[in-house]
């Protein structure tokens, strides 16, 4: 399975990004399709993920500024990120999990202060 994901970019702190990430493939009933982001020197870590379902989940950093969904199509999903922080500045990677996990090539997220 291929993630492409895009949408990245640079912003000054504050403002806002919206994320997308396109599976080659729909998702299955027991998968669930997120983010996950590392900066420099940190380990990677979940953003944000969805279920088929529709289960969501964030982590607490960005509870109330990023919102996850998912598109009409069942390969798609985005973040949108507002009130963005120095601190969000990261490679943000696209990840689909189930039985087995892919990940996309990630898309750099720089918030200026």
């Known amino acids: 399975v291929q993630l492409q994901a895009s949408g990245g970019g640079l912003v000054q702190a504050g403002g806002s990004l919206r994320l997308s990430c396109e599976a080659s493939?729909?998702?299955?009933?027991?998968?669930?399709m997120g983010w996950y982001r590392q900066a420099p020197g940190k380990e990677r870590e979940r953003v944000a993920d969805?279920?088929?379902?529709?289960?969501?989940r964030y982590a607490d950093s960005v509870k109330g500024r990023f919102t996850i969904s998912r598109g009409n199509a069942k390969n798609t999903v985005f973040l949108q990120m507002s009130g963005l922080k120095s601190e969000d500045t990261g490679r943000y990677y696209c990840?689909?999990?189930?039985?087995?996990?892919?990940w996309g090539q990630g898309t750099q997220v720089t918030v200026s202060s």
């Open positions: 969805i279920s088929t379902q529709g289960r969501i």
């Open positions: 990840n689909l999990r189930g039985g087995r996990e892919f």
């Open positions: 493939r729909n998702m299955y009933t027991t998968e669930v």
